[in-house]
T-cell receptor
Framework: KQEVTQIPAALSVPEGENLVLNCSFTDSAIYNLQWFRQDPGKGLTSLLLIQSSQREQTSGRLNASLDKSSGRSTLYIAASQPGDSATYLCAPPSGGSNYKLTFGKGTLLTVNP | GAVVSQHPSRVICKSGTSVKIECRSLDFQATTMFWYRQFPKQSLMLMATSNEGSKATYEQGVEKDKFLINHASLTLSTLTVTSAHPEDSSFYIC??????????FGQGTRLTVV
């Protein structure tokens, strides 16, 4: 059974800082891993999808890395902005499926102006 | 990006009544959709897999008679919470995958049973 841990649980930083969010998972037999953000009371917005054959994926100020062998992924956010404040979730699939995603509790990020 | 639309975003119902939540993929076809549930400050938990044209597959511990799922077309799945009780109050959210991998989520539905 896939289990996901995200560290830290909460993070508060001043605007402009670069930061790293960490995700670890127990079942490394995954095809891909996806990062999402969730605003309070809202659905999930897909940020990045990393295929198992990739080690990194970039979109704008976001960069995600994947190390399957160690069961870890990181999300790097450059030059953080108040609009980045949200809960960030990593979601590897589980049960040998590409589709059944397993979520941790996420990292609650607050970027202060 | 791909869009998954969920309706309604909020619903309040009386205990004992049923509530239907719709999930639509707006710009792609989805033979499979997924329904999740999220309690406050908790992670999303997969409830069931909705399969177009066939029965849904439920995760362990999820009552299929309580949470009825219908996937009648390639763009629409519905979740009906039957005989709702206050403990069913939660945030329900659906997802669909475009192609083989990337998942897109709806906006979620906040259900409050009074």
């Amino acid at each position: 059974k896939q289990e996901v841990t995200q560290i830290p649980a909460a993070l508060s930083v001043p605007e402009g800082e670069n930061l790293v969010l960490n995700c670890s998972f127990t079942d490394s037999a995954i095809y891909n891993l996806q990062w999402f953000r969730q605003d309070p009371g809202k659905g999930l917005t897909s940020l990045l999808l990393i295929q198992s054959s990739q080690r990194e994926q970039t979109s704008g100020r976001l960069n995600a890395s994947l190390d399957k062998s160690s069961g870890r992924s990181t999300l790097y956010i450059a030059a953080s902005q108040p609009g980045d404040s949200a809960t960030y979730l990593c979601a590897p699939p589980s049960g040998g499926s590409n589709y059944k995603l397993t979520f941790g509790k996420g990292t609650l990020l607050t970027v202060n102006p | 990006g791909a869009v998954v639309s969920q309706h309604p975003s909020r619903v309040i119902c009386k205990s004992g009544t049923s509530v239907k939540i719709e999930c639509r993929s707006l710009d792609f076809q989805a033979t499979t959709m997924f329904w999740y549930r999220q309690f406050p400050k908790q992670s999303l938990m997969l409830m069931a897999t909705s399969n177009e044209g066939s029965k849904a597959t439920y995760e362990q511990g999820v009552e299929k008679d309580k949470f009825l799922i219908n996937h009648a077309s390639l763009t629409l799945s519905t979740l009906t919470v039957t005989s709702a009780h206050p403990e069913d109050s939660s945030f329900y959210i659906c997802s669909a995958h475009r192609g083989d991998t990337e998942a897109f989520f709806g906006q979620g539905t906040r259900l409050t049973v009074v």
